[in-house]
């Protein structure tokens, strides 16, 4: 595949096109806000970029440790329902294409692209550095979140299991916590979470984009099939687990006529909450999701763009508190008022960034935790 581009004697036809991959999500390695110009694939002669995009060479994932010297991230914004997080991991290898976590590899150096499913970096040493922040005198409890930028049980969390240990240390301190997820990964868990559950510190979330597969394998590639997250979801609530469902991103023109089917059928498998976020496209993101629709859905491309335009006051994204999850103008209406019907006939609660019930009380700095922070 390939595109030209005009050149000082006429068009370059050695400069390749985005491409889509399989099992990737992103179809570019565009580069990041703070890298100077594009860089653009060319064809070195050799048949190293094969133009059929099913030969196209698949990318390996890498996995560099993380060594942030802290692991609880604050934020004050007023529309997330929760002021604390963790994240296990930067990048995703679920390569959902939407991901609003993807512009923050361009902090790296990196290509929110397809470096933000390729190139990844874990927090190794995540559990022993949260033990050592919630034993400070001072600390004051409150739910923290975990999976609110990237996957906590992406694929490499098998192997790694950086949340597991971050459970455990959080169950050993009985603090309380939220969890999303798209993954059934988390049910490898059900021995912390049931425990924590018994005490209310436990809230997870499962995020179900569409019921559609196929729809899924384009805009999700190596996440959980939609049948296998409502087996989960499922699975959670028979654990006693209180699980919601996220029907997020809502795309116009390409997923959004399913939200109501999306929180049926998690209510039928016994969600307690649920909540929506329409499409947001900061920064590089836009651009990405442009090069997926003119991969994927040519035909829809204009269409989707120019409902979100009309969804963010004439533009791609606002950035503004209140409007950036919902959006405005009579389409975002539309879909707000389609929402509060199904909530209302499903019997669902709203899903307040996901911590209402939990409590705070019962957060102690076990007795060898605390000595060990002594001896620093």
Not at 187 to 194: G, P, T
Not at 217 to 237: G, H, Q, V, W
């Amino acid at each position: 595949m390939r595109t030209e581009r005009e050149a000082p004697d006429g068009p370059d036809p050695t400069v390749l096109a985005p491409q889509a991959r399989k099992g990737r999500g992103a179809v570019s390695h565009r580069p990041g806000r703070y890298e100077p110009g594009e860089r653009p694939l060319e064809d070195d002669g050799w048949d190293s970029v094969q133009k059929d995009e099913a030969e196209a060479p698949p990318l390996r994932t890498t996995v560099q440790p993380d060594k942030s010297k802290t692991v609880i991230a604050w934020n004050e914004s007023p529309d997330v329902g929760f002021d604390r997080s963790i994240n296990p991991y930067r990048g995703c290898e679920h390569g959902c294409i939407y991901c609003f976590a993807r512009p923050t590899h361009a902090y790296l150096g990196l290509s929110p692209g397809l470096d933000f499913e390729t190139r990844l970096f874990a927090k190794h040493d995540a559990a022993a550095i949260l033990a050592r922040e919630l034993a400070k005198p001072g600390y004051k409890p409150a739910p923290i979140g975990i999976g609110t930028n990237t996957d906590p049980y992406q694929p490499i969390e098998r192997e790694l299991r950086i949340t597991r240990q971050v459970l455990e240390v959080l169950d050993r301190f009985n603090h309380p916590v939220t969890i999303v997820t798209k993954s059934a990964l988390i049910l490898r868990d059900l021995d912390i979470l049931s425990r924590m559950a018994q005490r209310e510190l436990v809230q997870a979330t499962v995020s179900v984009t569409t019921l559609d597969p196929d729809l899924a394998r384009k805009l999700e590639p190596r996440a959980p099939t939609p049948p296998r997250r409502l087996a989960t979801i499922e699975a959670l609530a028979a654990a006693g687990i209180p699980t919601g469902v996220l029907a997020a991103p809502m795309i116009p023109a390409l997923n959004d006529q399913e939200m109501e089917a999306i929180l049926a059928a998690a209510a039928a498998r016994g969600v307690v909450r649920a909540g929506y976020v329409l499409l947001r496209l900061p920064l590089e993101i836009a651009d990405l999701f442009r090069e997926w629709l003119q991969a994927h859905v040519p035909d829809r491309a204009e269409h989707v763009l120019s409902l979100m335009r009309d969804t963010r006051d004439g533009k791609l994204y606002r950035s503004g508190f209140g409007t950036r999850m919902r959006g405005t103008g009579p389409y975002a209406e539309l879909l707000r008022q389609r929402y509060r019907i199904a909530m209302r006939k499903l019997g669902l609660a709203k899903r307040g960034g996901g911590a209402q019930g939990l409590r705070n009380d019962l957060f102690a700095v076990p007795q060898a935790e605390r000595a060990q922070f002594e001896l620093f």
